[in-house]
């Protein structure tokens, strides 16, 4: 049987070797060799790394933990060097950072799997968590290089909704909106922000009205995030009558603002998903996971 591997925080001098086994993880590459000194440099959260004590200390797996709230805890960029593998190591790190986020006051863990990744499925289940939320992440390319976004060979045709910038005053309509609407309860009240979910707070509302990222649209609310090329909506309240013209208007004004790529996390309802796709955009399904601490 081979050894138990030792698991401690990450150092500045763990970056060589963990950027030389994660840069080619997929076939597009991967976002752990940007970010890992930054991650390690970050006070609210952690890297934790296994190494080979028969190989000089050298790290050969990690995983991050970062809280998102006082109480919420994000769990992601599990990697094994592919020599490794099999091991068990990734469920290792996930207890250490289990422990770790709860000898910090943190009461829930979450992550994200993508449906068809059933072995990380099985194992994350074997660890204790639950599936909480199903989401789905709705993307196509917009601007001047984009395909015909309905599909029909005919030029796009403008929404008949418009977005309206909202007020730091929506605040609690949108609030009792999420928590309510069939939407914001299909979604536990989660927002998407990049690849991360939390429980929405009234920071992140009051943040998006002052930052021009809450939008009114007809009787639908939206909270978007810009980084730059992409046009994001983190959140997504609306209505099986309103989502199609809601999600063309959001689309028009992605073009407006010269994006070139609009992405979404919806809830998984079936008559958002096909206004998702009448629009012209790809879908994906993932799983929050939690785990209560």
């Given at each position: 049987m081979l050894p138990p591997m030792r698991m401690r925080e990450a150092t500045p001098s763990d970056v060589d070797a963990i950027v030389a086994f994660t840069t080619d993880t997929f076939d597009w590459g991967d976002y752990v060799p940007s970010m890992i000194e930054d991650w390690i440099g970050d006070e609210d959260g952690v890297v934790m790394v296994a190494v080979d004590d028969d190989d000089d200390d050298v790290p050969v797996a990690l995983a991050r933990a970062v809280f998102l709230t006082d109480h919420e805890v994000w769990s992601h960029a599990a990697r094994v060097h592919p020599a490794y593998r099999g091991r068990g190591i990734a469920g290792d790190l996930a207890d250490v950072l289990t422990d770790w986020a709860r000898d910090r006051d943190a009461q829930v863990v979450r992550l994200l799997i993508e449906d068809d990744n059933l072995a990380s499925i099985r194992h994350i289940t074997k660890k204790g968590f639950r599936r909480a939320v199903s989401v789905v992440r709705a993307s196509r390319t917009v601007g001047a290089g984009s395909p015909n976004p309905e599909g029909n060979g005919g030029?796009?045709?403008?929404?008949?909704?418009?977005?309206?910038?909202?007020?730091?005053?929506?605040?609690?309509?949108?609030?009792?909106?999420?928590?309510?609407?069939?939407?914001?309860?299909?979604?536990?009240?989660?927002?998407?922000?990049?690849?991360?979910?939390?429980?929405?707070?009234?920071?992140?509302?009051?943040?998006?009205?002052?930052?021009?990222?809450?939008?009114?649209?007809?009787?639908?609310?939206?909270?978007?995030?810009?980084?730059?090329?992409?046009?994001?909506?983190?959140?997504?309240?609306?209505?099986?009558?309103?989502?199609?013209?809601?999600?063309?208007?959001?689309?028009?004004?992605?073009n407006n603002r010269g994006a070139d790529e609009f992405s979404m996390w919806i809830a998984d309802i079936d008559w958002l998903i096909q206004a998702a796709r009448r629009t012209g955009c790809d879908v994906s399904g993932y799983g929050v996971w939690e785990k209560a601490i």
């Amino acid at each position: 049987m081979l050894p138990p591997m030792r698991m401690r925080e990450a150092t500045p001098s763990d970056v060589d070797a963990i950027v030389a086994f994660t840069t080619d993880t997929f076939d597009w590459g991967d976002y752990v060799p940007s970010m890992i000194e930054d991650w390690i440099g970050d006070e609210d959260g952690v890297v934790m790394v296994a190494v080979d004590d028969d190989d000089d200390d050298v790290p050969v797996a990690l995983a991050r933990a970062v809280f998102l709230t006082d109480h919420e805890v994000w769990s992601h960029a599990a990697r094994v060097h592919p020599a490794y593998r099999g091991r068990g190591i990734a469920g290792d790190l996930a207890d250490v950072l289990t422990d770790w986020a709860r000898d910090r006051d943190a009461q829930v863990v979450r992550l994200l799997i993508e449906d068809d990744n059933l072995a990380s499925i099985r194992h994350i289940t074997k660890k204790g968590f639950r599936r909480a939320v199903s989401v789905v992440r709705a993307s196509r390319t917009v601007g001047a290089g984009s395909p015909n976004p309905e599909g029909n060979g005919g030029r796009r045709q403008p929404s008949p909704l418009r977005t309206r910038p909202g007020k730091v005053q929506d605040l609690p309509l949108v609030r009792s909106s999420w928590s309510t609407s069939q939407v914001g309860r299909e979604m536990r009240q989660l927002i998407g922000t990049g690849w991360r979910f939390h429980r929405l707070r009234d920071s992140d509302i009051e943040t998006a009205a002052r930052s021009g990222n809450l939008w009114e649209v007809e009787n639908s609310w939206v909270i978007t995030g810009t980084v730059e090329p992409s046009f994001q909506v983190q959140l997504i309240d609306t209505t099986e009558a309103e989502a199609h013209d809601v999600i063309r208007a959001l689309i028009d004004t992605a073009n407006n603002r010269g994006a070139d790529e609009f992405s979404m996390w919806i809830a998984d309802i079936d008559w958002l998903i096909q206004a998702a796709r009448r629009t012209g955009c790809d879908v994906s399904g993932y799983g929050v996971w939690e785990k209560a601490i």
